[in-house]
């Protein structure tokens, strides 16, 4: 045996010896912490929609059981959510999957938004107007769930109780007069860039201001509008 041969044969040896006493320690591939918790941040976290994108909706995600990742002997753990959500803000837990073996992750989701407060005392009976009500941004885990974003669901809008000043305004707060009634004619408005397309319609149904409604035109099609004012809606002339 020449003396390349004897150094290729000892070194194979020692790199063999070494594997040995790895797998003999429990030496085994993990899951690292920041990459896992940005793949469960993203499983976890809502899609963006129109409503989130308006509000700027922004989530944190925590992990509750950190040692419960020290089970993971694989470096992408394939991830699975399990059960449904109780809100924006709650509690989750993700199952992550190595092989046979599952292991449960509890993970809390902190959300933050733009929502609106009452900026003086309001009474039943009185139209809510913009002044009478300020944007506010904060976690979303010591509001009502019922929260409202939309700052066209308050304006127009009569409180159905005495709202104290500083309190946040939910949709049991208040109460939205229908100005379109279902099988009611409606005017059917399509605005266009410097023109105005007028025709009779019928609304499917009841809607109160800036809410989105069916309505009928006299050809027969069913559209998707939003009201505008009493017995008026708006409809995309893309549609």
Known sequence: MNIHSSRFLRRRRITLISMSILLLSGFSVRADENDLLARITRLVTPPATSTSKLNHISYEVRILTPNDIAGLNCAVP?????????????????????????????????????YWLVRHKLTPGQIIQSDDIKPCRGPLDKVPA???????????????????????????????????????DVWIKAPGKGFLIQSKGKSLDNAALNDNLRVRTRSGKTLWATATGNNTVTINISQ
Not at 79 to 96: C, D, E, K, M, Y
Not at 154 to 172: C, K, L, N, Q
Request: with cysteine; proline share 4%.
């Open 146 to 184: 019922s929260i409202l974003f939309d700052k066209r669901k308050i304006i127009g809008a009569s409180p159905t109780r005495v709202i104290d000043e500083g309190h946040p305004i939910t949709s049991g707060m208040i109460h939205r007069k229908w100005v379109v009634y279902v099988n009611h």
């Open 78 to 114: 394939e991830l699975q959510l399990f059960g449904h959500p109780s809100g924006l803000t709650s509690n989750r837990t993700v199952i992550a999957i190595c092989g046979r073996k599952r292991v449960f992750i509890r993970v809390y989701v902190r959300a933050t938004a733009d």
